[in-house]
DNA sequence: ATATACTGTGTATTTATTACACTAAGTAAT
DNA sequence: ATTACTTAGTGTAATAAATACACAGTATAT
């Protein structure tokens, strides 16, 4: 226990959503929780934000200990403070989303200790999740939704070089939808980021496709003005 | 003082950024605080989260002190976790908008005790805002902007009676640059939210212009959808 | 009667969006 | 070598939306 001002009675917390594209699937990051409440269940990754850090640096550190990447852009989309959504007391939660390139299954770090374990899962495979935590993994997709129309973000889920059919498949995981072939390469060619390479795709059965990396200062450029799908 | 897990270290607040149109000018309300910090200091409307409380209700109750006003669509746009933003401890705070009819200069109630006053201010003369308010309101009125060439959100700041060029003038004033009279009619009426009236504009030294209402029940159909101006 | 100040309207041009289907190229199996 | 299979890659016409641009009409004030 300890002696506080009687208004500093709550806590803040920060909540992940931080999707991946992998086997063609799309994918978040979930841990199974060792601590109570809700221990056992499936959870996003968050914690407490420290008497130290920002709400945004908070993120960063969440991101760094269960995956060891730094530098990552996350975006603030939400906070939920329903009286009751946590059991224990006052929490206040701040969620953030991230789009991750995921080199095959890496990128999963040893754990800190309120998870047994984290896992990559598929968006259309869920499991129940603790806390409020389907409302806001749905929030977060509502909120990436919406900006995947304006600005190609798409591109922060893939690998260095892509093909231009790995780019639709994830605005139609992404969106939910089929995008005609012909009129999606002729919109995301026009916004002039991407860079086509003299290489081919390896290791399938079938005609290799032409990779494609995208140009990070004209993509910077790109924020500010709005596109869309 | 009062004796708490130290994990219950923090308190969160809500700050409010309100929006109203008059005399021709974009408004928002600042009150001027009567305590510590910032004690005679011009900042946004704001206080701390009650324990009985979501967030939501207590950025509605805040503008009900100020305004009287209830039923108001509030929007929470950001949360500012910066360590030090608050001198007397860790206060995060919560970022609302809302978009008021003002009447007049109506719509101001008998204050609470930690401000003196609340006035109605144009945006384009904001005296200098204690904490990060001018940061806030910044964020703010970024957001309205993106937000009003999607949605017609306008329509909120007007009296229930307007003329298109009010309506012109409210899109300017918040993009900050002059729109085309034709064009914008054109759009804005393509929405088909808007009523012609069989009245005309009273009071003015030159012809007047005919009135419209807007489609309550057309318009909640176009959230969902995006437009754009 | 005249000056003033704002209202209200149309068209042509350019740009973006949508709908739509086949051939080309590489791989795998026989 | 032939064939079957699978995905890559491409163009055009039709429609809709965005932009650029200027003047006559009408109420008021003097």
Request: charged share 30%.
């Amino acid at each position: 226990m300890k002696e506080v001002l009687p208004v500093f009675n709550s806590a803040v917390s920060i909540d992940c959503v931080l999707f991946g594209f992998d086997g063609g699937e799309l994918k978040i990051l979930l841990i199974e929780r060792n601590e109570e409440p809700f221990k056992d269940w499936w959870a996003l990754p968050g914690n407490l934000v420290g008497e130290n850090e920002s709400v945004d640096q908070s993120a960063s550190r969440i991101l760094h200990e269960l995956t060891g990447l730094s530098d990552i852009y996350m975006e603030q989309y939400y906070t939920f403070g329903e009286v009751d959504r946590h059991p224990q007391g006052r929490v206040i939660t701040v969620a953030y989303y991230a789009m991750l390139r995921l080199g095959g299954d890496k990128a999963l770090k040893p754990l800190t200790s309120y998870a047994k374990k984290a896992q990559w899962i598929n968006v259309k495979e869920l499991p129940k999740l603790g806390f409020d935590h389907q409302h806001i993994f749905d929030k977060g997709l509502e909120k990436i939704k919406r900006r995947i129309k304006h600005l190609p973000i798409a591109f922060e889920l893939l690998p260095e070089k892509f093909t231009l059919t790995q780019v639709q498949n994830v605005y139609e995981l992404i969106l939910g939808k089929k995008l005609d072939k012909r009129n999606f390469r002729k919109k995301i060619l026009s916004f002039k980021v991407l860079k086509e390479l003299d290489e081919k795709q390896k290791g399938v059965s079938f005609r290799a496709a032409t990779l494609y990396k995208f140009d990070k200062r004209k993509y910077a450029k790109l924020f500010g003005k709005e596109i869309s799908f």
